[in-house]
């Protein structure tokens, strides 16, 4: 498993992220013994060993059961946490998004009690709050970290103009920015080839580079866009259906050609980006997860990554 810095700290992780949105089964009372807690600790234990260290959460996933599992998990795994990166998000209540000072430090509270840890490396915020107040989420990250409750802040699914905007007002660095992004989810890609093309409105986004350029790593959610990717059946009337036709043949011959899996390809195409692009892949299946860790030893000429771009955009060539 290739390793990377995280953001603009100085801290080396894995290239790829366990996401754990999937690892409590909604039927789970809390038995850290059952089948199906075991199940979902062979494919933590299975990440553990194909040399991931990073582990992504969110306070809603399963409403809490996802993080009070992995807390069985590490609490049955003596001296681990020293061992592992683990991130988690909050700002999402009931109905609303909330990153109110009060509503970040409960959440970070009852996150840390979850997971049965003392401290929490990186805390992001989930999706944007239109009634944010910058000084109160400042405020609430000066007050965590001073704490040691928190080392490090991000966001997810913020654009350069909101990141610009807490960059201005906090005192802590944002570090990362977690993001939809696929071979067929290409949008902040998009933006740098398409905004000035003469058959395109497309204003241009800067979220991507200003990310690269302020050291703020980016995060890719849904890499393979709940299995479509690598080989689950897409029905006709889904959206993307046109998308992944054009780009399932291609993925897999570039997979036959390399000896590697499908999973291999289309996380690797994001691994070959020089922004250091972290995949997060959810499942917890222990053969896909390896799967998709045979990434790290794939290598795109030029030729192969744009031939995977242009089929991604469902054959829309490049301007």
Not at 17 to 43: H, M, T, Y
Not at 244 to 271: D, R
Request: hydrophobic share 40%.
């Amino acid at each position: 498993m290739k390793r990377q810095r995280f953001g603009s700290t100085n801290e080396e992780v894995s290239s790829m992220v366990q996401g754990c949105l999937r690892i409590a089964p909604r039927d789970w009372g809390g038995d850290p013994n059952s089948d199906s807690v075991k199940s979902a600790f062979e494919g933590l234990d299975t990440a553990l060993e194909c040399g991931i260290d990073v582990f992504d959460h969110a306070d809603i996933y399963g409403g809490g059961r996802c993080e009070e599992l992995f807390g069985h998990w590490l609490a049955a795994h003596r001296n681990l946490r020293e061992k592992i990166f683990i991130q988690t998000k909050c700002g999402v209540g009931p109905g609303v998004y909330d990153f109110s000072g009060r509503h970040i430090q409960s959440s970070v509270d009852a996150s840390l009690k979850r997971l049965q840890i003392e401290q929490i490396d990186c805390i992001l915020l989930h999706r944007p709050d239109v009634l944010m107040q910058v000084q109160e989420v400042g405020n609430a990250f000066d007050q965590l970290h001073a704490a040691g409750k928190v080392r490090y802040f991000g966001v997810s699914n913020h654009h350069a103009g909101l990141l610009e905007l807490l960059r201005a007002g906090l005192s802590q660095p944002i570090v990362a920015n977690q993001v939809e992004l696929s071979l067929i989810h290409t949008g902040i890609l998009d933006a740098g080839p398409d905004w000035n093309a003469r058959d395109t409105q497309m204003p241009p986004d800067p979220t991507f580079s200003y990310c690269h350029q302020h050291h703020i790593t980016i995060q890719a959610w849904s890499p393979v866009v709940g299995g479509l990717l690598t080989g689950r059946a897409c029905p006709a009337d889904n959206p993307r259906a046109e998308q992944v036709a054009v780009a399932w043949p291609v993925i897999q011959e570039l997979a036959k050609e390399k000896e590697v899996s499908v999973e291999a390809v289309v996380i690797g195409w994001l691994l070959h980006h020089p922004a250091q692009i972290q995949p997060i892949f959810g499942t917890v299946n222990p053969d896909r997860i390896r799967a998709s860790c045979q990434a790290a030893d794939v290598s795109f000429s030029r030729e192969q990554w744009y031939r995977l771009y242009v089929a991604g955009r469902g054959g829309r060539s490049m301007p």
